[in-house]
T-cell receptor
Framework: DTGVSQDPRHKITKRGQNVTFRCDPI?????LYWYRQTLGQGPEFLTY????????KSRLLSDRFSAERPKGSFSTLEIQRTEQGDSAMYLC??????????????FGEGSRLTVL | AQSVTQLGSHVSVSEGALVLLRCNYS??????LFWYVQYPNQGLQLLLK??????LVKGINGFEAEFKKSETSFHLTKPSAHMSDAAEYFC????????????FGTGTQLKVEL
């Protein structure tokens, strides 16, 4: 299967701990996105990369959040000093060059975070 | 700011009945509009999209949507529901002019009953 993969699928942590999620996009896709989805809401944009460059960050991405895509392939999303409000599904998506404006993103199954 | 509103967080239909999921957008310029579907334990996938070509757009699995500028709507329909259509459906928008930063609605959970 060559879809977008995310790891781990589920993470339970205690408040104050750091967590890191990994996303492996479809191999030929140069754009990578992170979204957050809470219960009863649609996905909310967090940030996106074109190759290794982080081109846009949402105001939802507080200083405790950091995303990287060091070699333009996989990406990590780290949350430091987690809070209960960080509990959500974190979605990763990718798209190839040339699809700008088409809105066709390929999503992974998500990483569910529960902060106790 | 561009946004979409989905009316009805839960919709229930009988198998074989018409499916109608509502989406209205707010935009000062013609946007690009999308419907995504999320089946249980799967990632979101694109169902169909409107990008200023034909106003009636056909998607996968027999779904279609019509862009109506006068009503600022982009409702999703399917003539005959199937049990396999049970899923959560999200309307989404990109501001006119392009980009890939989707803004999603809150979703509609579709239940299909025998």
């Amino acid at each position: 299967d060559t879809g977008v993969s995310q790891d781990p699928r589920h993470k339970i942590t205690k408040r104050g701990q750091n967590v890191t999620f990994r996303c492996d996009p479809i191999s030929e896709h140069n754009r990578l996105y992170w979204y957050r989805q809470t219960l009863g809401q649609g996905p909310e944009f967090l940030t996106y990369f074109q190759n290794e460059a982080q081109l846009e960050k949402s105001r939802l991405l507080s200083d405790r959040f950091s995303a990287e895509r060091p070699k333009g392939s996989f990406s990590t999303l780290e949350i430091q000093r987690t809070e209960q409000g960080d509990s959500a599904m974190y979605l990763c998506a990718s798209s190839p060059q040339g699809t700008v404006g088409t809105g066709e993103l390929f999503f992974g199954e998500g990483s569910r975070l529960t902060v106790l | 700011a561009q946004s979409v509103t989905q009316l009805g967080s839960h919709v229930s239909v009988s198998e074989g009945a018409l499916v109608l999921l509502r989406c209205n957008y707010s935009s000062s310029v013609p946007p690009y509009l999308f419907w995504y579907v999320q089946y249980p334990n799967q990632g979101l996938q694109l169902l169909l999209k409107y990008t200023s070509a034909a106003t009636l757009v056909k998607g996968i699995n027999g779904f279609e949507a019509e862009f109506k500028k006068s009503e600022t709507s982009f409702h999703l329909t399917k003539p005959s529901a199937h049990m396999s259509d049970a899923a959560e459906y999200f309307c989404a928008v990109i501001p006119g002019g392009g980009g890939n930063k989707l803004t999603f609605g809150t979703g509609t959970q579709l239940k299909v009953e025998l």
